[in-house]
């Protein structure tokens, strides 16, 4: 009863958070050019005339739904690793209605993972260590490399933190399977958008699809 009053308390915590998240970051925005040079408009104007603007939708209501769900499907697991899963679920819906990450958010679940692996899989410490510093060290070259041949981001930056920050939950060869399911997973999202649509995406929510995997992967080998 305590876990499943924590998923109605993180559900309402993130429909609410979902909500302001365009607000706090154009708040964040005006006040970081403030600091850089002076503004003949105000807060207000800003967040009028801004691009991001909340978008009235029922998506977040699925936090009631999901959260639950994750709380039974993965009631034998340690409580970070159902906090994390509550996160990814928030980036998730994050990503999928704006194209953007929550920093602090991946952070946390950076935090979580690594707590998850101290206190509770300590005897695999040097395995899940070592993913992730190989995890760390490819994104390191990779996002770099395919930026400077393409002249261009092809990777989004978030998405690979989210993979470094959730790296210490998996052994190596499984977190390889973990991008390559992410990757799959995102093409298909792709082919079937364009079989449908008959057009390109011009943007790809990529967190949901590492998300799936992490849960599909985490309730296999657990």
Same mark, same amino acid.
């Given at each position: 009863?305590?876990?499943?009053?924590?998923?109605?308390?993180?559900?309402?915590?993130?429909?609410?958070?979902?909500?302001?998240?365009?607000?706090?970051?154009?708040?964040?925005?005006?006040?970081?050019?403030?600091?850089?040079?002076?503004?003949?408009?105000?807060?207000?104007?800003?967040?009028?005339?801004?691009?991001?603007?909340?978008?009235?939708?029922?998506?977040?209501?699925?936090?009631?739904?999901?959260?639950?769900?994750?709380?039974?499907?993965?009631?034998?697991?340690?409580?970070?690793?159902?906090?994390?899963?509550?996160?990814?679920?928030?980036?998730?819906?994050?990503?999928?209605?704006?194209?953007?990450?929550?920093?602090?958010?991946?952070?946390?679940?950076?935090?979580?993972?690594?707590?998850?692996?101290?206190?509770?899989?300590?005897?695999?410490?040097?395995?899940?260590?070592?993913?992730?510093?190989?995890?760390?060290?490819?994104?390191? +070259?990779?996002?770099? &490399?395919?930026? !400077?041949?393409? @002249? =261009? /981001?092809?990777?989004?930056?978030?998405?690979? %933190?989210? $993979? #470094?920050?959730?790296?210490?939950?998996?052994?190596?060869?499984?977190?390889?399977?973990?991008?390559?399911?992410?990757?799959?997973?995102? +093409?298909?999202?792709? &082919?079937?958008? !364009?079989?449908? @649509? =008959? /057009?390109?995406?011009?943007?790809?929510?990529? %967190?949901? $699809? #590492?998300?799936?995997?992490?849960?599909?992967?985490?309730?296999?080998?657990?």
């Amino acid at each position: 009863m305590i876990l499943f009053g924590i998923s109605l308390l993180c559900a309402i915590w993130f429909h609410l958070e979902i909500k302001q998240f365009p607000h706090k970051i154009n708040q964040q925005i005006y006040q970081d050019m403030q600091s850089l040079i002076p503004l003949n408009f105000s807060l207000q104007q800003c967040l009028a005339h801004s691009k991001l603007q909340p978008k009235n939708n029922r998506l977040s209501w699925l936090f009631f739904i999901l959260y639950p769900f994750i709380l039974i499907l993965f009631t034998s697991h340690s409580l970070p690793i159902i906090l994390m899963l509550f996160m990814l679920i928030y980036l998730s819906l994050l990503d999928y209605e704006y194209y953007l990450t929550d920093s602090r958010y991946v952070a946390y679940i950076l935090l979580l993972s690594l707590a998850n692996l101290l206190f509770f899989e300590s005897h695999f410490l040097y395995e899940k260590i070592c993913s992730l510093f190989f995890t760390f060290l490819f994104f390191s +070259i990779f996002i770099p &490399l395919t930026t !400077w041949c393409y @002249k =261009k /981001e092809v990777f989004g930056l978030g998405d690979a %933190i989210l $993979f #470094i920050a959730i790296s210490p939950l998996f052994q190596l060869d499984q977190m390889l399977w973990l991008l390559l399911c992410s990757c799959l997973l995102g +093409i298909l999202f792709y &082919l079937c958008y !364009w079989l449908i @649509k =008959k /057009e390109k995406l011009i943007k790809l929510p990529f %967190i949901p $699809f #590492i998300s799936f995997s992490t849960i599909a992967l985490l309730w296999i080998n657990y």
